[in-house]
């Protein structure tokens, strides 16, 4: 099966080489086979992008694979904010923060997402990615211990690594083996940090904030919150899951992205001052890394604007979200009954997930392929989101197509399998 043929191939790139570094690039062949059986799910190059809908290849696809949650990519005032901001300051800073990289729209910025989060201040890094990584390695060190949920985003996983911590893990979303990982942390020595996401990017459920905060107050231990998927999404105003739960207090440092609702690209980190100032010249990501472009920021503030201001692009991304799941719950998906704009699908193991993102794609639908190490290796998925610029046409649409899928091989939701 493919499953086994990747896995294999997988095994044997991580090994590397006895010799020459590079023997392993010539034994990873598993992209090569997926292309030639066109399975290939990766780099898609989309030609136009009108939101809801792309073209790829010549075909137009419905988009169910965006994060432009709430649509404000396109939205007229961030892009004038962007032209804007090229007028003034060109393409790039050319240099770090540390040196020569501030600007004033970046400080700007930050004091705008602090006030927005309910944070003393706020940090901007030139990624999502930088921002999770880079305040990590900073607040950790040898003698520390980072407890993660299962199914933490790889960028707070590389930022324990980073940091040179101790790295503990429980089950996704459950508070009694978080309290057995707290536990077992006893004799360690060092501080203890609970590192979860608030949305997360490919199950789309959300963080239990209030028995996790509680494990975070007995034990003592901090904890980090990566709102990625949160923020502008989810919580009174889109202020994220810590928000939405009433528990900002609870939470030590906020992680947030540009790249999803904001529209943008870029990251931050909000918290209390005191730690705000060691991210700021401790992290590495940030300190050798060039700062970010004055465009970026000035489109995430005018995104940030538009959120606080149209409060109806969010109502629409709820009723989008709620049309989406209970049309896929009849068709015979197990869905959860709430939660983001995040949807994920599941058909059988990985050769029957590629063959059904094929499926899906032939018949007009653009979804997202999540393989090891993106999802647990025996739990591939389809990911699946929705925008608030979506109709309840394009979704209507986007049902038939599944339902077409499903039918074309003769079974229902989670029992399709890839016939050779």
């Known amino acids: ?17 006895c010799g020459d570094v590079l ?16 399975l290939y799910p990766f780099f898609q190059a989309i030609e136009e992008d009108a939101g809801p809908v792309v073209r790829v290849d010549g075909r137009e696809l419905v988009m169910l694979g965006s994060n432009d949650y709430l649509g404000l990519s396109k939205h007229p005032r961030v892009r004038a904010a962007a ?27 930050e004091e705008r997402l602090a006030r927005f989060l309910g944070a003393e201040a706020a940090v901007v890094f030139a990624t999502g990615y930088q ?24 960028s707070l996983i590389d930022g324990v690594r980073l940091g040179r911590a101790r790295l503990r893990r429980f089950r996704h979303n459950d508070a009694g083996d978080l309290a057995r990982a707290l536990a077992c942390c006893n004799g360690d020595g060092g501080g203890r940090l609970i590192v979860v996401d608030g949305v997360y990017s ?3 459920d959300l963080a239990d904030l209030p028995a996790i905060a509680g494990q975070a107050r007995c ?27 009433g528990l900002g207090a609870a939470v030590d440092v906020t992680l947030i992205t540009f790249s999803k609702a904001l529209a943008s690209v870029g990251g931050a980190a909000a918290g209390p001052e005191a730690v705000i ?19 970026c920021a000035a489109a995430a503030g005018a995104a940030l604007s538009v959120i606080e201001e149209e409060p109806g692009r969010r109502r629409r991304l709820e009723r989008n979200a709620r049309f989406w799941r209970r049309g896929l719950r009849a068709l015979g998906f197990e869905v959860a009954p709430a939660g983001g704009p995040i949807v994920p699908l599941r058909v059988g193991d990985e050769s029957a997930t590629l063959a059904f993102w094929r499926a899906l794609v032939e018949r007009g639908l653009f979804v997202n392929v999540a393989l090891f190490p993106a999802a647990p290796r025996e739990r591939p998925l389809l990911r699946t989101s929705v925008i608030a610029s979506h109709t309840l046409r394009h979704l209507e649409r986007a049902l038939e197509i ?9 079974a229902r939701a989670g029992g399709w399998s890839l016939r050779r």
């Open 131 to 154: 921002a999770c990584a880079g305040t990590l390695s900073a607040l950790l060190g040898p003698k520390d211990t980072a407890v993660a949920d299962e199914l933490a985003h790889a």
């Open 23 to 38: 023997d392993r690039a010539h034994r990873f062949t598993v992209t090569r086979e997926l292309r030639r059986r066109g």
């Open 402 to 410: 599944v339902e077409a899928a499903l039918r074309g091989r003769g």
């Open 219 to 245: 034990a003592p231990a901090r904890l980090v919150v990566d709102d990625a998927h949160g923020l502008g999404t989810v919580g009174p105003g889109g202020r994220g899951t810590a928000a939405a739960f």
């Open 83 to 109: 032209a804007d901001a090229i007028a003034r300051w060109g393409t790039s800073c050319t240099g770090s923060r540390l040196l020569n990289g501030s600007r004033t729209i970046h400080e700007e910025l």
């Open 1 to 17: 099966m493919l499953a086994e043929t990747s896995l294999a191939e997988r095994l044997e790139y991580r090994r590397g080489s």
């Open 277 to 295: 100032e060691l991210i700021r010249h401790t992290a590495r990501p940030m300190l050798f890394s060039a700062s970010l472009p004055p465009v």
């Open 202 to 204: 490919m199950e789309g």
